[in-house]
């Protein structure tokens, strides 16, 4: 401690130290559920169209991979399913690409 501020220095390497010790503890740790915490619900839709992308919550199950979905009135299949886009968010997202004639799609994985 410092005799006239009356507070404790510490070095660089010190704070680093501290920094990255603070950081090793939080990162990839999934939040512990408390009293008022739910359970997560649904899941993450991430939509591929012809303007870019769009992202969406769903509730219920996560569809499998190969499923085909109906969003807007357009078919969707289902090419992956991974973690959330968001951090700290534990629900599963279903990677959708949007159907097209049977020749487009045979098409495209054939290239």
């Known amino acids: ?3 006239a501020g009356g507070t404790q220095r510490t070095s660089s ?3 680093e130290l501290l920094r990255v010790g603070l950081f090793r503890r939080t990162i990839g740790r999934a939040p512990e559920p ?3 915490a739910a359970p997560a619900i649904g899941y993450v ?5 012809e303007d870019g992308y769009e992202v ?3 509730v219920g199950p996560c569809p499998a991979v190969g499923q085909e979905l109906d969003q807007d009135g357009r078919g969707y299949l289902v090419l992956k ?3 959330s886009p968001f951090p700290n968010d534990l629900r599963p997202c279903a990677y959708l690409e949007r159907c097209g004639a049977p020749e ?3 098409f495209a994985l054939a290239t």
Do not use: W
């Open 34 to 36: 408390g009293p008022q």
């Open 13 to 15: 390497p010190e704070r």
């Open 56 to 58: 969406r919550d769903a």
């Open 1 to 3: 401690m410092s005799a």
């Open 45 to 49: 839709l991430f939509l591929s169209g």
């Open 81 to 83: 399913v991974g973690s």
């Open 104 to 106: 487009q799609l045979t």
